[in-house]
């Protein structure tokens, strides 16, 4: 098996069906299985089960893709074609697309105390520090020399920390624009209390409250910028 797709459904059951659907609707050329873990019932949380989809995952490459997912045609297979020609990557992350066609933003720059990291959208094809894992190909080095996901992350952050252990190995994420795949999602619903968890559990307590302390201070000081 080449190829194993892994989809994890909590409470989407209309998308999961809709992306399984545009899988088959444009196949991979390669062999390849459809791994759906189902969270709906028991939430085990999105680092833990799609861990679970790759433990039971038969194929060399593994395919990480939401259940808001759409792929386009040929946007597996260009991914996976990538991967191959490309020995130093540990992963390859797809351009994302919203519904209306416009490109989404989707990289991060490893954030630091000093650096408040913005969400982006390159241009172009490149190396990236941290893509999120909508549409996210591991390859078998990676799976060797990384393994699974951290699952201390219930959600949020664990792209962040995923991607922070590739560059780690010695190894590359790489931001594929020639690969499309449609991410049908709502805006950010803001800072939750899983977010600030993460958040904390990857910088450590210390670094997230001086983060957010200027962040809070930049802010301040953009608005009185404005009044004067």
């Avoid at 039971?56 to 991914?79: C, F, P």
């Avoid at 950010?188 to 809070?216: C, D, M, P, R």
Wanted: hydrophobic content about 40%.
């Amino acid at each position: 098996m080449e190829l194993s797709i892994i989809i994890v459904n909590y409470k989407t059951p209309e998308l999961t069906k809709k992306c399984v659907e545009s899988i088959k609707k444009y196949p991979p050329k390669v062999s390849y299985e459809i791994v759906v873990i189902d969270n709906s019932v028991d939430n085990v949380g999105f680092a833990k089960g799609n861990n679970e989809g790759i433990k039971k995952a038969k194929g060399k490459y593994i395919l990480l893709l939401n259940s808001d997912t759409e792929v386009k045609k040929n946007s597996i297979d260009t991914m996976l074609e990538f991967a191959k020609k490309h020995s130093d990557l540990g992963a390859v992350a797809s351009r994302l697309l919203n519904k209306d066609g416009s490109i989404q933003p989707s990289c991060f720059d490893f954030p630091t105390i000093f650096k408040i990291t913005k969400k982006y959208a390159p241009e172009s094809s490149q190396v990236v520090d941290v893509a999120v894992m909508a549409a996210f190909l591991i390859t078998p080095k990676c799976l060797q020399k990384v393994g699974l996901l951290d699952e201390k992350y219930f959600m949020y952050f664990e792209d962040f920390d995923y991607c922070r252990r590739i560059k780690k190995a010695g190894l590359k994420v790489y931001y594929l624009a020639e690969a499309e795949i449609v991410h049908i999602h709502g805006a950010s619903g803001g800072v939750n209390k899983l977010l600030i968890e993460s958040a904390k559990k990857y910088h450590g307590v210390l670094g997230y409250y001086v983060q957010t302390f200027i962040l809070w201070s930049v802010q301040k000081w953009q608005k009185l910028l404005k009044i004067f």
